[in-house]
């Protein structure tokens, strides 16, 4: 069973929005910080934004991605991420990233996603 699925990529032009979400299974989400990281062609993956677990009172975001996107979680074990604003340099596979720790930042993984395409046109 894999414990992370995303969905929500796809393609928009610049200044749209996307939607990602991350369906979570077999382990206790709650006490997870949960995160997503993105990694375009020929770029290391990077981190993008992270979550506390439980009511996910802390979160962190990668400065080029402050104020345009949005990380929230529910009980329903999925985690969303709100990408508003969307510019070219956002384009790249975004993966969901869950750590068992329940607040820590910066993330060290123990689940990956398997990733979405995200892809901004200019």
């Known amino acids: 069973q894999v414990p992370l699925v995303e969905s929500g990529g796809g393609l928009v032009q610049a200044g749209g929005s996307l939607r990602l979400s991350c369906a979570a299974s077999g382990f206790r989400f709650s006490f997870y910080t949960m995160g997503w990281f993105r990694q375009a062609p020929g770029k290391e993956r990077e981190f993008v934004a992270s979550i506390s677990g439980g009511s996910g009172d802390s979160t962190y975001y990668a400065d080029s991605v402050k104020g345009r996107f949005t990380i929230s979680r529910d009980n329903a074990k999925t985690v969303y991420l709100q990408m508003n604003s969307l510019k070219p340099e956002d384009t790249g596979v975004y993966y969901c990233?869950?750590?068992?720790?329940?607040?820590?930042?910066?993330?060290?993984?123990?689940?990956w996603g398997q990733g979405t395409q995200v892809t901004v046109s200019s």
């Open positions: 990233a869950a750590d068992r720790q329940f607040n820590r930042a910066p993330m060290t993984p123990d689940y």
